[in-house]
């Protein structure tokens, strides 16, 4: 069996636009070069089909049999390249409708996500948001395409993965304003820290690094409740004498719902990074290039600006 001529792009434009012109002058313009240049590559397109194509006459360049056979085939390639590359260049966020799917913490939910969805829905009235939790098939969903982006401290998204860092957490107490023992302003030291029963958050990455430190430094901490997430723990903190160890920025934010006073951590729990995550198929997707740029937008702080942290395992 005889190899098969492969032709290019430029070269079925050149005989779709001859075919179209009938001119080599007109044909030249269209696509941008000098006369010469498109001759030189219609004569290699005749010696690699192994014929004349298009015939000098008084009415201009005549397509041979040849190519009045394969003009069409010629355009539906053509078409097909155009559609290609123009399915994978635009997402307009003011008019095209699209539903994002997010893994994220409840304590995301709080402290994340009314930002998001009101920037979201002022920017692009026909995207729709879900927030899913963050599970330990995230990564395979992330890969299908069923989810978006990952949103947290997610030490396990790692081969396959592009990051970058959105903000730095350390660590927080929360307590009751009116706390017996602990007053405003007023020193919280280990002593303080081991003394006091807790309310404590059992499931989820930051929980885990908290508790590793606990054990690792031989702490005492008396948990009197453990909660599943944090959605009741300022209705509980403010009526009780519990103590609560929280990441700073939903400590605060709980603290500012609940009227609760925040004190610095005894305990020196190391901080970690809140990032989003996302697969490496989806790196150049357009709608969510342009979700991570609107997250970026809301949650990178200054102090992260300066030096970009992205990565590809």
């Known amino acids: 069996m005889s190899d098969l001529p492969l032709l290019d792009g430029r070269q079925l434009q050149l005989m779709d636009l001859l ?38 006459t008084p009415q201009g360049m005549r397509p041979t049999p040849r190519v009045e056979a394969m003009i069409e085939t010629v355009r539906d390639v053509l078409r097909g390249l155009r559609s290609i590359a123009e399915s994978q260049s635009v997402f307009d966020p003011a008019t095209m409708p699209r539903s994002f799917r997010i893994f994220m913490t409840d304590a995301s939910h709080i402290t994340l996500l009314p930002r998001l969805f009101s920037q979201v829905r002022a920017l692009a009235p026909g995207v729709s948001l879900e927030a899913a939790p963050i599970h330990a098939g995230m990564g395979a969903e992330l890969e299908s395409g069923a989810a978006d982006l990952a949103l947290g401290f997610i030490p396990t998204l790692d081969a396959g993965f592009y990051q970058q860092a959105l903000y730095e957490q350390d660590w927080v107490c929360l307590a009751h304003p009116g706390h017996p023992r602990i007053r405003p302003g007023a020193s919280f030291g280990l002593d303080d820290y081991s ?85 490496t198929r989806f790196h150049q997707d357009p709608g969510n290039r342009w979700l991570r740029g609107v997250c970026a937008g809301l949650f990178l702080r200054a102090a992260d600006t300066a030096q970009p942290d992205l990565s590809g395992a």
């Not at 269209?30 to 004349?52: F, M, N």
């Not at 989820?204 to 590793?212: C, I, N, R, S």
């Open 195 to 279: 003394r006091e029963a807790h309310a404590g958050i059992v499931y989820g990455t930051g929980a885990q690094l908290l508790d590793a430190t606990i054990r690792r430094l031989g702490v005492e901490r008396r948990l009197a409740l453990s909660l599943p997430g944090f959605l009741g723990l300022p209705a509980i903190l403010s009526t009780t004498d519990l103590i609560a160890t929280l990441p700073r920025h939903i400590g605060e934010t709980l603290a500012a719902l609940g009227g609760l006073q925040v004190l610095d951590c005894p305990v020196p729990i190391p901080g970690f990074q809140v990032r989003q995550h996302w697969h």
């Open 19 to 56: 075919y179209s012109t009938g001119s080599v002058t007109r044909t030249a313009e269209a696509l941008g070069q000098t006369q010469p240049t498109v001759s030189i590559w219609l004569a290699r397109l005749r010696t690699q089909l192994g014929d004349p194509l298009f015939v000098r």
